[in-house]
């Protein structure tokens, strides 16, 4: 495939027996080197714009909270103490941080309220702000390439019975202003991630599928249309890894998990590979 000889790195989770580490590789898959290690889950890796560092989750000291490290391992710095009893969860569970473009803020879930809001950080932890305010779940935020905008998922708009199964694809500004919703649909969408040049926003919905499990779709934000990307799953019954889908740097390909691979496709859905990465690797970020 062609996206194999593309420059960048891809860091992802691998999930090995009763834990999980981070490490990186190529995107044809060699040079695979790991980064964390231990008993602990580390999960949801990303990469900062310039390729310097990673953030990733973790729950090494007895709570899901936010990392973030240089390229190599090194320098592992906690940055959110949320670990705080809430309501019915025993733990407050800070997930999936999200860089600005400018590497000025890191975008993250958080359930140390209660239920998952969307909040923001300087990369160091400082400034900690809450963005959403709703009785349902906001999740999983991703950003705008200019900066100005942040999406994620929230079922607030499903009935209270459906909460778990109805979640749509929100944007809104970085102050949480002018929440603006562009998915509509019965069944689970999101969340979205931008193309490299805001055109595009590809997300994962279980939508035509009749075992509801996870596909991806493409929306041209210009047009409006819909269309599915990975239409050679369309016979398997395993879904979308979660919170996985990942632009490459030139906008030509996306990285995602499917079924515990790392897999690659061009923007048509014609050239999909999936790599073969034992144990289960997901949750690909494709960086500089």
């Known amino acids: 495939m062609e996206a194999n000889a593309e420059n960048g790195r891809i860091v992802y989770s691998r999930w ?45 000291d007895g709570n899901w909270e936010i990392y973030v490290m240089e390229a190599d391992g090194s320098n592992l710095t906690r940055l959110t103490y949320s670990d705080m009893d809430v309501l019915s969860f025993e733990e407050a569970i800070d997930w999936a941080p999200a860089w600005s473009p400018d590497g000025e803020w890191i975008a993250f879930e958080s359930r140390r309220d209660g239920n998952a809001e969307i ?14 305010y709703y009785p349902w779940d906001d999740a999983l935020p991703t950003w705008s390439p200019d900066g100005s905008q942040i999406g994620f998922m929230s079922c607030r708009d499903g009935s209270q019975d459906a909460m778990w199964s109805n979640y749509d694809t929100y944007i809104m500004n970085v102050d949480g202003s002018g929440v603006e919703q562009i998915t509509d649909h019965i069944t689970s969408d999101g969340p979205p991630v931008w193309s490299p040049d805001g055109k595009l926003i590809v997300f994962s ?58 897999c690659i496709s061009d923007v048509t859905g014609d050239q999909l590979e999936c790599l073969e990465i034992f144990p289960n690797g997901t949750q690909p970020d494709w960086g500089p």
């Open 16 to 60: 090995e027996v009763g834990n999980s580490d981070i490490y990186t590789m190529n995107p044809d898959g060699s040079e695979q080197v790991g980064l964390t290690s231990g008993p602990a889950w580390d999960e949801t890796p990303v990469w900062s714009p310039d390729g310097s560092k990673i953030a990733f989750v973790s729950d090494r």
């Open 205 to 262: 919905s279980n939508r035509n599928s009749p075992d509801r499990s996870g596909r991806l779709f493409i929306l041209d934000l210009e047009s409006g249309e819909i269309r599915q990307l990975t239409k050679k799953f369309e016979e398997q019954y395993t879904e979308i890894g979660e919170h996985s889908a990942s632009w490459s740097p030139d906008g030509r390909w996306i990285v995602f998990s499917f079924g515990g691979q790392i």
């Open 119 to 132: 909040y923001i950080m300087r990369p160091d932890g400082s400034e900690q702000t809450r963005l959403t």
